[in-house]
């Protein structure tokens, strides 16, 4: 294992519910990372195809509409595997890099009709290690999204370390971070839709309680980003310009930021790092470690099977 890693996180928006574009730009932001030397790439919560934004604009009474919406955004997700994902390994593969994509993933084990915002890792071999579906959807989310269970709160060995992945807000989870540090996690990738202040600074604390290193990916996306054939965007105040401006960063064990917050645009950030700050981070607290007072307190995971 390498002490030094380039890490870059891509903040860039989809081809909105078109999964099969979404996956080009994809594969040609990882073919780019690779050749400026990144060793592993992060992209924002729910990439491929696309953040269901519609669920804090159209009320549930609107069934016709959502129903509609629903149809259109599972025929544009993921199942694990398919051609969305051969085609990620292969480029994952060309550009010998790490990836860990957000995407809407099929519940392809039973009916393929249900959704899971999911996290992929694809290691430097173009093989798929592993894959996360987040705990609990927050609020409006949850009329999209399923529940996944406790089966993947664990981290994957990598030749640039333990590759760990918590979406949006169940990095507020303080049982779901303990069970991604007591893996062992070196880099804690959090995709997410919250571009907010306060995210930036939960994720400094999270770097620091944790002692790693953090990549935080927030989707870019424009109103004029998403087809005019979604009456949706109707919904938006009259002359906003961004649903979601981004502000993805790259945070060091001790809390600095080392790349962005990257604001109102699209673009990927890099940032060189030395995981012997992870040791040093740990001489003064590890959270799992001498912090971890285990005669006091006790956690644990109900480990229910993952039938993906």
């Not at 999964?19 to 592993?40: P, R, S």
């Not at 629903?70 to 085609?87: C, I, Q």
């Not at 860990?100 to 798929?128: C, W």
């Amino acid at each position: 294992m390498t002490k030094n890693a380039t890490l870059a996180v891509a903040q860039i928006a989809p081809v909105f519910l078109d999964k099969k574009k979404t996956v080009q730009k994809a594969c040609k932001a990882i073919i780019e990372a690779g050749e400026k030397g990144a060793e592993l790439i992060v992209f924002p919560e729910a990439f491929i195809s696309g953040y269901p934004d519609w669920v804090w604009l159209i009320p549930n009474s609107k069934g016709a509409d959502l129903n509609e919406l629903y149809v259109k955004l599972v025929e544009n997700s993921v199942s694990v595997p398919d051609d969305a994902t051969r085609k990620l390994c292969e480029a994952a593969k060309k550009a010998k890099i790490h990836v860990v994509m957000g995407m809407h993933e099929r519940n392809s084990e039973t009916s393929g009709a249900s959704l899971f915002n999911s996290l992929l890792f694809i290691d430097n071999q173009g093989l798929i290690v592993g894959k996360h579906r987040k705990l609990i959807p927050t609020g409006g989310e949850r009329l999209v999204w399923s529940q996944g269970d406790g089966s993947s709160l664990n981290s994957y060995d990598t030749s640039i370390g333990k590759i760990a992945g918590l979406i949006c807000w169940e990095n507020f989870m303080p049982l779901a971070r303990n069970a991604i540090y007591e893996s062992g996690a070196q880099i804690l990738a959090t995709p997410t839709w919250d571009k907010s202040p306060n995210w930036l600074q939960s994720m400094q604390h999270i770097a620091r309680e944790g002692g790693l290193f953090v990549v935080s990916a927030c989707m870019a996306i424009k109103i004029d980003d998403i087809p005019d054939e979604y009456e949706f965007k109707k919904l938006y105040p009259e002359g906003r310009e961004w649903i979601n401006v981004g502000n993805s960063a790259i945070i060091a064990p001790n809390g600095q930021i080392l790349a962005g917050p990257l604001e109102a645009e699209e673009g990927i950030l890099y940032a060189e790092v030395d995981l012997d700050q992870i040791i040093k981070a740990k001489r003064m607290f590890d959270a799992v470690g001498h912090y971890s007072r285990p005669d006091v307190f006790r956690s644990g995971i109900h480990n229910i099977p993952d039938k993906g």
